[in-house]
């Protein structure tokens, strides 16, 4: 099955810089790439997520590129500020892999320090 | 308004006993999920749902059993064969498999076993 690795598990920056989170995926076939950010007791949102045919998304602050050679894609925050804190997960899917094709990275906490 | 939701927030167990935790969307998708959150390892997928009455297991499915009577429905038992359930429980829903279907997930049950 798939397997997605992401680094690092925790990443501290300064107000205002900006935070990479890589993850990388096993198999090639998978073709869909959604990041979640999860606050402090509540469930996981979507903030943006590629697909296998793009290389680069981008909304406002955020962007995802997807290196489907090297089987990795970078989830990018510029200007980071403190409601940017919290958890953030990559994952990837597999088609064919049924309803559970979508395999979940382990989490970076992201902190933004003031 | 269209959503997940989840109950309740907070569940206390005594051992051996089995606890049913509840998943209820109205955004009329055809698959329900249930994930289990501990820290640092991420999401794993207990069970899942494609349509009504059809459910599958998932990663880690021992010691859980799930029922889907309802299309909006989606309940997990944690049963007293679990032999580690304290734990963060997250429910989501998706339009359907096997597509770029975000998955939408509720706010979360966190159960402690005492």
């Known amino acids: 099955g798939e397997n997605v690795e992401q680094h690092p598990s925790t990443l501290s920056v300064q107000e205002g810089d900006s935070a990479v989170i890589k993850c990388t995926y096993s198999?090639?076939?998978?073709?869909?790439f959604p990041w979640y950010k999860q606050e402090l007791g509540k469930g996981p949102q979507l903030i943006i997520d590629i697909r296998s045919n793009v290389g680069e998304k981008k909304d406002q602050r955020i962007a995802v590129t997807l290196n489907k050679t090297a089987k990795h894609f970078s989830l990018h925050i510029t200007e980071t500020q403190p409601e940017d804190s919290a958890v953030y997960f990559c994952a990837a899917l597999f088609p064919g892999g049924g309803a559970d094709g979508l395999t979940f990275g382990k989490g970076t906490h992201l902190i933004i320090q003031p | 308004d269209g959503g997940i939701t989840q109950s309740p927030k907070y569940l206390f167990r005594k051992e051996g006993q089995n606890v049913t935790l509840s998943c209820e969307q109205n955004l009329n998708h055809d698959a329900m999920y249930w994930y289990r959150q501990d820290p640092g390892q991420g999401l794993r997928l207990i069970y899942y749902s494609q349509i009504v009455n059809d459910f599958q297991k998932g990663d880690i499915a021992e010691g859980y059993s799930v029922s889907r009577e309802k299309k909006e429905s989606f309940p997990l038992t944690v049963t007293s064969a679990q032999k580690n359930p304290t734990a963060f429980y997250l429910c989501a829903s998706s339009q359907g498999p096997y597509s770029y279907n975000e998955q939408f997930f509720g706010p979360g049950t966190r159960l402690t076993v005492l």
């Open positions: 198999d090639s076939a998978s073709n869909y």
